[in-house]
């Protein structure tokens, strides 16, 4: 009323539109990517680094079109964003890990088979669908408390 633009303002439907959410997430994210994952192995109270492993090659080398800083800062833009993100665990011919890939649907829908198996069929921007098993995914959520899959 006085002719000075306020510092507080409604965001409508979406509070991450606003520049001072955005961010807030990239600070936490900055941090993120300082991160250094490793393989470690637990015995009892002592946990040891695991040197050469697949899991660490992985991890130094994501996927080919990553580096582990890009990983991490894309899966944490996801995980604050959607409350969720999913990583694609890609397997080698012999069920090894080769790759991580995050995922950016648009839409999930949890499936469950007569075996009691849980699926997870994502729909995408492009228009693709896929179903794929759920333990082929790493799923991480934020703020899980209502419903029994997604944060």
Known sequence: MSGITPIYSQFGQNVYASDVVQQAIASIV???KKLDPMHVRGIGCDSTPVTNSRLNAVLRNPNPI???TELIEKTAWLYFL???AFIYKGLDDRGQ???LNPLNPDN?????DSLGRLFVKFRFRSGLETTIPYDRVIHLKYKYSVNDYMG
């Open 97 to 99: 890990l080769v790759s």
């Open 108 to 112: 999930v829908t949890f499936l469950e």
């Open 82 to 84: 959607n409350y969720n």
């Open 30 to 32: 900055f941090e993120l």
């Open 66 to 68: 990553m580096t582990t």
